[in-house]
């Protein structure tokens, strides 16, 4: 096997996506830019096209190796590991389903859970990315921290729904409380987007009893802002949707009529923003805000797996290469 398989014998960048990922693309090209040593590596040839060979001992910390693309790499060497929308690791296809889900389960947790041991920088660590997905830790902990927040209900019942919208003087919105985008069986897609609540919407107000539904002040906008944090580093592009009548309640709900250019944060704002990522235990994220018409900045979420492609080609902002550049510098920021 040796005479047959070459090795890789420094510290590399794994990028864990598929080879069609233009954005994982992006950051693959800027690494190389750099004369950093990169592979990127999806997690579906696993088992059948990958071989690993992992080992620990009392006292020990896991080593060995793993082959891909007729190369053998260390686990050790691994310098930083970014996740981007990794496949599912896949089993035998021709073997029964049964035998394919069990294959699939145990090469996910076994591969997977060696790359989560290894001591090396994670953008993101897996478990800290889907802890900060629950949107009502976001809100407390960016109102710990200082940011303003809207007021917010979480509820199933009817009755608090009625005594919040009387609260609001009438001007609340609804939206979901985990994203937006949801598959609805075959190749069906539906996406909600945020929405106002008007009265002769509480005429079916028991339909909330159904499950939880989020509810929040309607707060006015002058421009919203997608802060991307990388690092120690903030992208900020301010996103014009005041203007066009589809995009004034969800900026997503039609792209085309967005204007963009880019935005400094005031230097506290910049800070809160950094705070709250790292609060997470989180190396990216991408925060929305609006900027209401006196000027005020208030928090809406943080996405730990934000895109941010699109606003690279409108802005020209340094996405891909910061994050290159984080993942050289590795765990602790040391090249």
């Keep these: 096997m040796k005479s047959l398989i070459g090795s890789m014998m420094t510290d590399f960048i794994l990028l864990l996506s598929y080879k069609e990922d233009s954005t994982a693309l992006r950051i693959l090209e800027q690494v190389k830019r750099r004369q950093y040593p990169v592979i990127l590596m999806d997690t579906a040839d696993f088992p059948l096209h990958i071989q690993l060979d ?4 009392a006292g020990e910390l896991w080593w060995g190796n793993f082959v891909y693309e007729g190369l053998r790499y260390h686990l050790t060497d691994i310098r930083s590991i970014l996740s981007r929308r990794p496949r599912q690791y896949q089993g035998n296809t021709a073997m029964p389903e049964i035998i394919q889900a069990f294959e699939q389960s145990e090469a996910y947790r076994g591969m997977g859970g060696i790359l989560r041991s290894l001591d090396c920088l994670w953008v993101n660590p897996l478990d800290a990315q889907r802890r900060a997905g629950f949107k009502p830790l976001q809100l407390q902990k960016a109102s710990e921290l200082g940011f303003r927040i809207p007021k917010t209900l979480i509820t199933n019942e009817p009755a608090a729904v009625l005594d919040f919208f009387e609260e609001c003087h009438g001007k609340m919105i609804s939206k979901t ?13 539906y996406i909600l987007h945020t929405s106002v609540v008007l009265q002769e919407h509480l005429q079916r107000i028991e339909r909330v009893r159904a499950t939880a539904h989020l509810f929040q002040e309607y707060i006015e906008k002058k421009i919203e802002l997608r802060c991307t944090i990388i690092g120690n580093t903030v992208l900020t592009v301010a996103i014009t949707s005041q203007q066009g009548r589809c995009t004034q309640i969800d900026w997503r709900a039609s792209y085309q009529d967005l204007r963009y250019s880019v935005y400094s944060l005031p230097a506290a704002i910049e800070k809160l923003c950094i705070q709250i990522t790292q609060s997470f235990d989180l190396v990216y994220g991408a925060i929305d805000m609006i900027v209401t018409p006196n000027d005020e900045y208030v928090f809406l979420e943080i996405n730990p797996g934000g895109q941010w492609e699109w606003l690279a080609a409108e802005t020209g902002l340094p996405f891909a290469e910061t994050i290159a550049d984080v993942l050289i510098a590795g765990k602790g920021g040391k090249r």
């Design 54 to 57: 992992a080992r620990i001992g």
């Design 177 to 189: 409380i985990h994203g937006n985008f949801f598959a609805g069986g075959g190749d069906t897609y």
